[in-house]
């Protein structure tokens, strides 16, 4: 499957940064940020349609708040707000009132 070769692909890339830093310092913004898309595609690819409800498009929104929670490289109070978020989804998909 491409979400396998992605996950393998962005495992050996990480590596090479890892074990030859001084290769690739360089070009490390532009690594990071092809690797944040690889990721994304990665997860996209991986979670399974959601249905939608009540006119809300629940699919897009959950698999960019489960990107960030995957991606090894998003800071922790982010992490967590994302979270948050996605419990509080899961209220609202199961019929609570959200309590914003």
């Known amino acids: 499957m491409i979400s396998d070769t992605l996950s393998d692909a962005v495992r050996e890339i990480r590596g090479y940064q890892q074990h030859m830093p001084e290769e690739y310092s360089d070009l490390g913004p532009q690594i990071d940020a ?12 991986d979670t399974p349609p959601l249905r939608d409800l009540e006119g809300v498009k629940w699919e897009p929104l959950v698999r960019v708040h489960m990107a960030v929670l995957e991606n090894p490289y998003s800071p922790e109070p982010e992490k967590e707000l994302v979270r948050q978020d996605l419990l509080r989804l899961a209220r609202i998909a199961d019929g609570e009132q959200a309590d914003d």
């Not at 092809?34 to 690819?45: G, H, I, N, S």
Request: no cysteine; aromatic share 8%; glycine share 0%.
């Open 34 to 45: 092809v690797v944040k898309q690889m990721d994304l595609l990665r997860t996209y690819l």
